[in-house]
């Protein structure tokens, strides 16, 4: 069995955590790990490490390989490229071709596709439900994960369980589908014992998903009949399509595995509890902290010392650009405000103030007239493009680690405690050759200081003007 | 008359904004102005600007200066320094002594008390009102000023009205002081019209206060006999005591001047609508603010963008370092916030990340190990003292204006765009010998960057390790 994991999506509906630069998948939301991370970790107790991938696409790419080589160096490069995103019919196709032709995979072989930012607890009895689904699987079925529900969760689409299926081990014919439903329709779901949350997850053999392109799907189909190659560059071509409504929703193979398991797709601030446990208050507090009578409010700080008064039912969300307070039970309308934001072009649901590159990131500490001031790390090993800037001068100051710096025909090693400087219109590069991450103070000065006056020479990650 | 504010005290009222380093008195709250230079401004439409003195401490002597200077140049110095805080009554003494040795004022002269963190408007009214209040007190009354209420307000301490005092101009007798009352008390005096509140301005001539303390607070007196050197010697010997408790409240000779006028002392965020005009919405919005369905809520932001979604009835006061949500009408429970804070020795409750020193100031941008990022400001003019470190280097970039840099025993002019190294346990001097401010990134390099690794051999400010 091959891991797939989706993580093409560019969710904010965690703004100001999640950014269209940096959306769910990759944030830290319950510990020390992406989502991502958390992921891959969940799969690798159910298959070998080198048989999980991420389908991903150009914009996330260092973000995946980051998460990945963060699991364990061997896997950094398990990426399977989608060169546009066309929702997830277009992007399971290419799964499948990815597995037949660069994985040697035979039509047997079952693929097991699971979205990149939900939290799954316990990892253990995950991994038995997945061996499950994968027995079903086999068999022809495409098995869906139905998670139990234990609240009339308007957020979730609802999968009804019919008939036993085929090939046994606790899975049953899918009846229907059913869209989110409005609280009534939830409760009576609920109560009807037979309906189950649509986890995003399920398994199927490559042999029974290119029947089922074929049948529903011919126009992603024909282009599976391509090479890799030939189905990636024309991929920009694909219908944009989800695989439920492309294949599921039609399919008379689709199949539930009903599973009673901790899950959440974490897909607003109001479900944070669902993941971290609240306090006897109801709160929820992550960060530098302090509440005086404040009872069932999340608050989730960054590095700001954060003090509350007399709340009750509150979202406080702060990083160092933005924050966000919503009352409870609203916070689905963050999605206005990004919104809202976006088309003011506020770079806040864009980015944050660290900014990831291929070689490293950095972070813009202050920004004047004349001046800008940023904290530079470079990977062991990297190198950032040979460039020059008609604008401003630059003034480096190393305080960890060891430069190699080019200046015009010039190179040199800069050490800690030790600065170098870069006139205006001076071809430069700046690499680290060393084995620890090189960190150091960028001084601008000059006329104009936008990221955008830059003529990169050459650029090892293969980026142009 | 002589104008006397008083701007000795230490109002984290306020806090995040106002903090020990930077109490009320010296923020901007509503407007481009401190609230002391406001009130400077207001005394100016009664007094010639040289007849208006600023009373305060040590701590907040430079700020005070920058406050004076940017109403006029001309009153910079008009100072009285408090050598330690010993409430009012010590501190009013400390002026009658300075206005008969200092200003060779008559004994009929007349005093002005105002305290420097108040809001009132109009302007024009305040001065009307100003000039009745001295010609009562040339009669030989203490004349308080007491606001006409507009609610009844828990919060101020109350002056009951008596018969008309000699004198006349609307002025009558204090027939008691209340102190601040419980709702149903305060609903009393606001329905009995007798009742004022009690804005802590009042008026006297050098001679009647010099016999009320005499009468009232002998162990005062005593020490008023002495010469202004002396007596400010001995200052720390003073009894600490309010001027309201030592004289006012016993006093037979303390009036009051009803007046009806827009006055606040913004003893806490709850009455910051007071001041500054909600919108539509019952709003108070200052800085980059966007809500949605939000009510009757303040947010005061600094520099971050705020959302809100779905708020009743809260504050919110964003800094860079520090973050308050606070349910309105529990805004004075801040004190509470603050007690705890000072306990956990936190530096939010002390100073700002501006950090404000007699040659200017200076904001740390990044603080990591082994090094710290400052931007450093000196007004024209100035000199940082002679000093030396013993566990840092310090990288000096200059991004606006001219330096005069002193390396052991060469000196040179450092230019925008120029750098220079200050090496470890290197005697250096910093200059500003221009006209404009002069600013410059400075990058800590070393094993220890506290602010105590600072070895002064000369300063012009006088201090001394």
């Known amino acids: 069995m091959k891991a797939i994991i989706l993580a093409g999506g560019s969710g904010t509906r965690l703004w100001p955590v999640s950014r269209y630069g940096l959306p769910k998948q990759f944030i830290k939301l319950n510990g020390a790990k992406s989502l991502l991370c958390q992921t891959v970790e969940r799969l690798a107790a159910v298959v070998p490490l080198k048989d999980i991938f991420v389908i991903t696409n150009e914009a996330y790419l260092f973000h995946v390989h980051e998460d990945l080589k963060a699991v364990s160096p061997a896997i950094e490069n398990n990426v399977i490229l989608e060169p546009v995103g066309r929702n997830t019919a277009p992007a399971i196709a290419l799964v499948l071709k990815y597995c037949l032709e660069k994985l040697k995979c035979a039509k047997d072989e079952v693929i097991f596709i699971c979205p990149s930012d939900h939290i799954i607890q316990p990892v253990g009895k995950f991994a038995a439900y997945a061996r499950q689904a994968e027995a079903a699987a086999k068999t022809g079925s495409i098995v869906t994960f139905g998670i139990k529900p234990d609240r009339p969760e308007t957020g979730y689409g609802y999968i009804k369980k019919g008939v036993r299926a085929p090939g046994g081990g606790g899975v049953s014919k899918v009846e229907k589908f ?41 126009e992603i189909a024909r282009r599976l009949g391509a090479t890799l190659a030939k189905m990636t560059a024309d991929f920009k071509n694909m219908p944009s399509i989800s695989i439920d409504y492309a294949v599921m929703e039609r399919s008379k193979k689709a199949a539930v595995l009903p599973i009673d398991i901790l899950w959440s797709d974490v897909g607003s601030w109001d479900s944070l509890p669902e993941v971290i446990k609240p306090d006897h208050d109801g709160n929820v507090k992550v960060g530098d902290v302090l509440t005086l009578d404040t009872k069932r409010t999340i608050v989730m700080g960054e590095s700001r010392l954060v003090a509350t008064i007399g709340l009750k039912d509150l979202i406080v969300i702060d990083t160092v650009d933005a924050l966000l307070i919503a009352r409870r039970g609203q916070a689905q309308r963050v999605k206005e405000v990004v919104e809202i934001l976006k088309e003011r072009k506020r770079k806040e649901v864009v980015e944050h103030l660290t900014i990831y590159r291929p070689w490293g990131y950095f972070v813009v500490l202050e920004e004047g007239p004349r001046y800008k001031i940023k904290r530079i790390v470079l990977k062991p090993g990297q190198k950032v493009s040979h460039q020059l800037h008609y604008h401003r001068s630059e003034h480096w100051i190393i305080v960890k680690g060891t430069a ?13 405690n030790e600065s170098t400087y870069v006139p205006k219109s001076t071809e430069h590069r700046l690499e680290n050759p060393g084995r620890v991450p090189l960190e150091m103070i960028e001084v ?21 003007q």
Chains 1, 2 share one sequence.
């Not at 009534?184 to 290119?210: D, H, P, R």
């Not at 190699?404 to 800690?416: D, I």
């Not at 601008?444 to 050459?458: A, F, M, P």
């Open 404 to 416: 190699r710096v080019t200046l015009g025909s010039k190179t040199m090693l800069v050490h800690e």
């Open 444 to 464: 601008q000065n000059g006329e104009y200081v936008g990221e955008d006056d830059i003529v990169r020479l050459s650029d090892i990650y293969g980026r142009k």
């Open 178 to 218: 059913a869209e989110k439903p409005d609280l009534k329709t939830a409760e009576k779901y609920v109560a009807a014992g037979s309906y189950y949350w649509n986890s995003g997850m399920f398994a199927f053999t490559i042999g029974t998903m290119l029947a089922e392109f074929k049948a529903y799907a011919p």
